[in-house]
């Protein structure tokens, strides 16, 4: 079988299943993938083929003796990519910053530990903005990440590394994490799909966190399909992590029935306005409509805390960063600059070793969470957290789901934005409002605007992932934009 780097994860396993294919051949094609398109992509931090070849030939010779009745898992010998803010045992994870440069983590997190249980392989580590602070992976102190489609463009971000690589037939999936939008518009910008489950669906423990009640880690892939593959392995409660919920997780797969007749799809008036390419705002309706057509009610919906939304997630954020960075001292991670004495080696270090967007992201929430600044910022927003939150669940009442722009523009050219902070924050404008409110969002790719992707969001209730799933199968089922491939 030719063009082993273009299959799907649900073709692969199809392949794998029938044994037209195995996994170190697939593996292998995509390492020659790699090798002939990263140097014009630069998606991947570190690259593990040795220990990726070694995984697919125990993966070919479990299912060799699966043929016995053994029951493999739905990625069992599939190649995925890692993004590298999450912990991988024995493998480097610098979280795209100089002070985790030479950082190995000792253990796996658990959405690792689950994927190897399943029979993952795994490819590498994905660039992303340093500490997943960012929406254009500009911020990496490795260098960008450049979109498949336009290599003059950004891929989005954070997850951009992880979005690039699936967009440019790298590896057919990959984990990323979102905290308002990191997998979701990087997803949109490189024509992916991409999907960001409930928070506490899916555990935090062994991701490098940045904001604590925000983070989730979800899978992004060329068809819904083959996120509800990976979405099945990783879900699910975890003793490590006290956030996650013991909802039982449901058959995703299974949820994928192509019938959508009769869901009530709200659409918000409050994310087609200002700021809005013309070309987005008439392909997302387009799309929209699209669910129309195939049976769904559309009804219009308000969320009228949206506008607050910027200004909320930009003070809880870096609040929750602050906090989190503050153990990147020199002393326990990384490298040291060194000082007259220990609180000036502290400073150095952080100060040379933190990246610009870092560094301002924690003098922010410094600030907010200062004496005599806390309740004026930090527990206003979480006040406002509350009504947009509110807000969905009104909607809630009376809908199935939210359909929305994900991203206010296609990709922009790098460097356009990197002085104009603000200009890059309200890259994550409808984003950033399921992230507040912990609920599930998934993209899917609805076509094109000056010949770059535009993606539709499909945003459900908690823990109905499944709905979701099924509204965005359903569409690509219906349209072929989940096929388009950028020629690199």
């Known amino acids: 079988m030719s063009d082993l780097h273009l299959l799907t994860i649900t073709a692969a396993r199809a392949a794998l299943d029938a044994g037209d294919i195995t996994s170190v051949a697939l593996t292998e094609a995509l390492l020659a993938r790699i090798a002939a398109v990263e140097p014009r992509v630069h998606a991947f931090l570190t690259l593990t083929a040795e220990q990726a070849l070694e995984q697919a030939r125990a993966a070919d010779a479990q299912r060799s003796h699966s043929r016995s009745g053994q029951a493999l898992g739905p990625i069992h010998g599939i190649p995925l990519a890692i993004k590298d803010v999450i912990c991988t045992s024995g493998i480097r994870t610098t979280c795209a910053s100089h002070i985790l440069e ?14 190897r249980a399943a029979g993952a392989v795994f490819l590498g580590k994905t660039n992303c903005d340093e500490f997943a602070m960012g929406s254009s992976t500009e911020n990496s102190g490795f260098g960008p990440t450049r979109n498949p489609w336009d ?9 951009g590394g992880s979005a690039a690589a699936v967009a440019a037939s790298e590896v057919p999936g990959s984990l990323g994490t979102d905290t308002g939008g990191s997998i979701r518009q990087p997803a949109a910008l490189c024509g992916i799909s991409g999907l960001k489950p409930t928070y506490g669906r899916v ?9 604590s009640s925000l983070d989730q880690a979800g899978p992004l892939a060329w068809t819904v399909a083959d996120l509800a593959l990976i979405l099945q392995v990783i879900a699910g409660t975890d003793p490590f992590d006290g956030t996650t919920v013991p909802h039982a997780v449901p ?11 009769g869901v009530r799809i709200g659409i918000p008036q409050e994310y087609f306005g200002e700021g809005m390419e013309p070309g987005v705002e008439q392909t997302t309706r387009t799309a929209i409509a699209a669910l129309g057509d195939l049976g769904a009610e559309l009804v219009e919906v308000s969320l009228p805390h949206t506008r607050y939304a910027l200004p909320t997630y930009y003070i809880i954020a870096p609040a929750e960063a602050s906090a989190n960075l503050a153990r990147y001292d020199g002393v326990r991670y990384g490298p040291r600059v060194a000082g007259n004495s220990m609180w000036d080696e502290i400073e150095r270090t952080r100060g040379s070793l933190f990246g610009p967007e870092v560094r301002r992201r924690i003098m922010l929430g410094t600030y907010t969470l200062s004496a005599g600044y806390y309740d004026a ?3 206003r927003a979480q006040q406002v957290r509350t009504l947009i939150r509110n807000d969905f669940q009104q909607a809630f009442a009376t809908v199935d789901l939210l359909a929305t722009p994900t991203s206010p523009t296609v990709a922009f050219p790098i460097g356009q934005k990197v002085d104009d902070p603000l200009a890059m924050y309200l890259s994550d404008i409808f984003t950033l409002t399921a992230s507040m409110a912990g609920l599930p969002g998934l993209v899917v790719p609805c076509g094109f605007s000056c010949n770059l992707p535009v993606g539709l969001q499909l945003i459900g209730k908690p823990f109905d992932e499944a709905t979701i799933l099924r509204v965005g199968d359903a569409y690509q089922r219906s349209t072929d934009w989940h096929m388009q491939r950028p020629t690199l």
């Open 203 to 211: 555990s935090r423990y062994g991701l490098v966190a940045f904001g």
């Open 377 to 379: 910022y930090y527990k």
């Open 102 to 115: 030479t950082f190995v983590p000792p253990y796996d997190a658990t959405v690792i530990t689950r994927l």
């Open 251 to 261: 058959d995703y797969h299974a949820a994928l029935t192509g019938d959508i007749r």
């Open 151 to 159: 290599v003059s463009r950004v891929p989005g971000g954070s997850s």
